[in-house]
């Protein structure tokens, strides 16, 4: 690996930007991710930060059981992180549907929509928990170093 992929890696693993997905949370699980960038956990002295769009972010967080509606926002929003990128599922909802399990209006878990690479375990996960999992993320990517991205086409997403 040369010294600018070497940089690269460095990079993504010390300072991870993350862009948060609901996908039909009770909002318990949002509150602690924004519990973990807050003061007192203070993520953000470690280089986590929050973005406010897709395209600029590294990791995918992703909140939530995954209800019908959320399913082509969730593959839209994926296709638009560029590559390398990780996906953390936060909370028990997106790894099982947790509760929710058989309601007619979801249609997860979210490993049968995209590729998940990291999941925070909890119903909500302590905010320690979701920064380790964003910590796990940042190393895969760093691994991942200059691999070509999945794309997904409009015509997947409508599909
Ligand atoms: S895992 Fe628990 S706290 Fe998180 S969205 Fe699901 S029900 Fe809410």
């Not at 948060?20 to 956990?41: F, M």
């Not at 909890?122 to 170093?145: F, N, T």
Request: with cysteine; net charge neutral.
């Amino acid at each position: 690996m040369n010294l600018w992929k070497r940089l690269m890696c460095y990079c993504r693993r010390r300072s991870p930007w993350l862009f948060h997905l609901n996908s039909g949370s009770c909002n318990g699980c949002d509150i602690e991710i924004v519990a973990a960038l807050a003061p007192r956990y203070d993520a953000e002295q470690l280089g986590v930060r929050l973005e406010g769009s897709p395209r600029h972010a590294d990791i995918l967080c992703v909140t939530g059981p995954v209800t019908r509606n959320a399913v082509c926002a969730i593959k839209t929003v994926y296709g638009q992180v560029c590559g390398p990128k990780a996906v953390v599922a936060i909370g028990s909802c997106p790894a099982t549907t947790n509760v929710f399990i058989d309601s007619r209006t979801l249609d997860g878990p979210l490993g049968k929509h995209i590729p998940v690479d990291v999941f925070v375990p909890g119903c909500p996960p302590r905010p320690d928990a979701i920064i380790e999992g964003v910590a796990k993320a940042a190393q895969i990517l760093a691994e991942r170093g200059d691999e070509v991205p999945e794309v997904i086409t409009a015509a997947e997403v409508q599909a």
